[in-house]
């Protein structure tokens, strides 16, 4: 069994995108594992409400009171429509989650089997995905209560303390905001290492060994105090590479809209004339139906760019963690059968009056 670094882990990862993706190559494998891709990192949704900003400006300026009266008067007269808002927001989100749990495991079994296939998946991991949903939601819920706790706390307290009621509230309110910098720095720093964690080594022990989510985590643990600088470096090195693929993909997805920007631009013309030729009502339906057209394009470009990204990061983590988990491993490097042995040779039965040979 071989026991990469995170160093060693980069060549075999290319190598295993190189056989996905080129040998052959086929535009519809990069749009299937760009479309599991991007489900698979939708992890969760963010639903603002902004609200609007106070009446006034220009050199009156505004009170601290004239912000906070227009805050309570907009809660208090949108309420209902506030909490329906919330509530759909947070159904929506709860989907997201759900389908990025169980598109997690498919994208683990496409870049294992190297043949992405979305049914095969859904049904070989069902169980898995519903047990890493759990720990999911668990883990969201312990986000918003330590960034109520980072975020909120601080500001609450200056609520408290009449930091917004004075006229120019922003010089008091700096020294609140500076260690809730701070906290959310370092919260964002935590999130971000518990979810790679569980993403790239939780995932393979919950769909090879069946295991529960606690179980996961508990071996996943033994293994990082096992080798704690082995899995920092890890994740340092997936940093940096990570910094790299956005920057390449930023680039190659500049040189797609350079290159796709003039037929778009003929294209709108086009369109602009046969609005102007065909009447209002017409040109609305042939305007829509443009705009989907395109945005189907743009999703589908988007698909196709980011699937090498990725196809390495999940290999990236298969071939580092391989190494250690043995049933990963069996499945990345397959040992060869057994050699057969051949049967003994048997000496042929003896013909009567016919001496045997000496």
Not at 93 to 121: A, E, H, N, T, W
Not at 160 to 169: A, H, I, R, T
Not at 174 to 189: E, Q, S
Request: glycine share 10%; proline share 8%.
């Amino acid at each position: 069994m071989f026991r990469l670094s995170a160093i060693d882990a980069i060549n075999p990862a290319f190598e295993r995108m190189r056989s996905i993706l080129f040998r052959p190559f086929r535009f519809n494998t990069w749009l299937k594992i760009g479309f599991i891709g991007w489900l698979a990192g939708t992890g969760s949704g963010s639903f603002n409400l902004n609200l609007p900003s106070s009446p006034g400006g220009g050199s009156s300026g505004t009170t601290g009171q004239d912000v906070e009266r227009t805050i309570r008067t907009f809660f208090n007269e949108h309420l209902w429509l506030i909490v329906l808002v919330g509530v759909i927001g947070l159904l929506i989100g709860i989907g997201f989650v759900y389908l990025s749990c169980r598109f997690r495991f498919i994208l683990f079994d496409s870049i294992l089997q190297k043949d992405p296939k979305i049914g095969r998946g859904w049904r070989r991991y069902g169980r898995e995905a519903n047990r890493f949903f759990g720990f999911e939601m668990y883990f969201m819920v312990a986000c918003g209560m330590a960034l109520a706790v980072v975020v909120g706390l601080p500001l609450w307290r200056a609520f408290k303390n009449g930091v917004f009621k004075s006229d120019d509230p922003f010089p008091a309110l700096f020294a609140y905001l500076i260690p809730i910098f701070v906290g959310a720095f370092l919260f964002v720093i935590i999130a971000a290492i518990i979810a790679s964690l569980a993403n790239d080594f939780a995932v393979p022990l919950l769909a090879l060994d069946d295991a529960t989510i606690g179980g996961a985590l508990s071996t996943l643990q033994q293994m990082i105090s096992a080798e704690p600088w082995a899995f920092a470096g890890y994740l340092g090195m997936k940093l940096v590479l990570w910094i790299a693929a956005s920057i390449a993909l930023a680039v190659v997805m500049v040189v797609i809209v350079l290159v796709l920007l003039i037929p778009g631009v003929i294209v709108a013309m086009l369109g602009v004339a046969a609005m102007k030729a065909a009447g209002p009502v017409l040109g609305i339906v042939v305007a829509v139906i443009g705009g989907l057209l395109a945005s189907l394009l743009i999703f589908g470009v988007l698909m196709i760019a980011t699937a090498p990204v990725v196809v390495f990061f999940t290999s990236y983590a298969f071939y580092f963690f391989g190494g250690r988990y043995p049933r990963l491993g069996a499945v990345l490097w397959p040992q060869p059968p057994a050699p057969v042995a051949p049967p003994p040779l048997v000496p042929p039965p003896p013909v009567p009056g016919v001496a045997p040979a000496v």
